[in-house]
Nanobody
Framework: QVRLVESGGGSVQSGGSLRLSCVVS????????MNWYRRPPGKQRELVAT???????IYRDDMKGRFTISVDNAKNTVYLQMNSLKPEDTAVYYC???????WGQGTQVTVSS
C-alpha cells in the first residue's frame, strides 16, 4: 500500500522559512517523479515544484529562488525548503507521486504579514 505523509507545516511571519517533509512508503521511492502542490484558500490546486528521479527540478515561476525541492532516497523522503515566505504562500501543501493518484493528506502553511 502506497502512503505519503507530509509534515512540517505551521504558522510563520512574512520573510520566515519552513521545511516540509513527505515520507513515502509502499513504492520504489527513487524511481519516482515527486511533486509538491498547494491549494491556497478559495483557489484551485497548483503545482509548486517537481523533482525527477535523476534530480532535475522544475519550479513555478514565483517560487524560483525561494523554494527548493530535494530528496533523500535513503529516507524515502522528499523535502520542500521554503524561504522568504509571503502571505500569498498561505495554502495547504501536498506531495504527490508524479503521474499517479497517490497524494498525502496535506500540511497547512500560514504566513502572516
Amino acid at each position: 500500500q502506497v502512503r505519503l505523509v507530509e509534515s512540517g507545516g505551521g504558522s510563520v511571519q512574512s520573510g520566515g522559512s519552513l521545511r516540509l517533509s513527505c515520507v513515502v512508503s509502499g513504492t520504489i521511492f527513487s524511481a519516482n517523479i515527486m511533486n509538491w502542490y498547494r491549494r491556497p484558500p478559495g483557489k484551485q490546486r497548483e503545482l509548486v515544484a517537481t523533482i525527477s528521479s535523476a534530480g532535475s527540478t522544475i519550479y513555478r515561476d514565483d517560487m524560483k529562488g525561494r523554494f527548493t525541492i530535494s530528496v533523500d532516497n535513503a529516507k524515502n523522503t522528499v523535502y520542500l525548503q521554503m524561504n522568504s515566505l509571503k502571505p500569498e504562500d498561505t495554502a495547504v501543501y501536498y506531495c504527490n507521486i508524479g503521474n499517479t493518484a497517490y497524494w498525502g493528506q496535506g500540511t497547512q502553511v500560514t504566513v502572516s504579514s
